[in-house]
Nanobody
Framework: QVQLVESGGGLVQAGGSLRLSCAAS????????MGWFRRAPGKEREFVAR????????YYADSVKGRFTISRDNAKNTVHLQMNSLKPEDTAVYYC????????????????WGQGTQVTVSS
């Protein structure tokens, strides 16, 4: 498994942007699909975006499509989530995840998780 550490969260006004990063340790990072999930207060963890190991296949939740962009750099063992046009409903703890076999929207089937980073969007 890989170990994941997120960074880049913070407080931003509605309409603003943030860029989250996830640093992975482990020699097999490029074999994993990478994903971002989030959990808002009182809600279940939900899928946000994922990128396959090749970097040329991405998938987004409808709620973030057109506003968020996921990318990865296999040479640096990092994955990013660029978040633009942020809304108050994007407020949540954002988690990075790695999946060796599964890369879908069910969070329980991903293999490794980071500790999360808080994103707060004020209105």
């Amino acid at each position: 498994q890989v170990q994941l550490v997120e960074s880049g969260g913070g407080l931003v006004q509605a309409g603003g942007s943030l860029r989250l990063s996830c640093a992975a340790s482990g020699r097999t990072f490029s074999s994993y699909a990478m994903g971002w999930f989030r959990r808002a207060p009182g809600k279940e963890r939900e899928f946000v975006a994922r990128i396959m190991w090749t970097g040329n296949s991405t998938y987004y939740a409808d709620s973030v499509k057109g506003r968020f962009t996921i990318s990865r750099d296999n040479a640096k063992n990092t994955v990013h989530l660029q978040m633009n046009s942020l809304k108050p409903e994007d407020t949540a703890v954002y988690y990075c995840a790695a999946g060796l076999v599964y890369s879908g929207i069910n969070p329980f089937r991903w293999d490794s998780w980071g500790q999360g980073t808080q994103v707060t969007v004020s209105s």
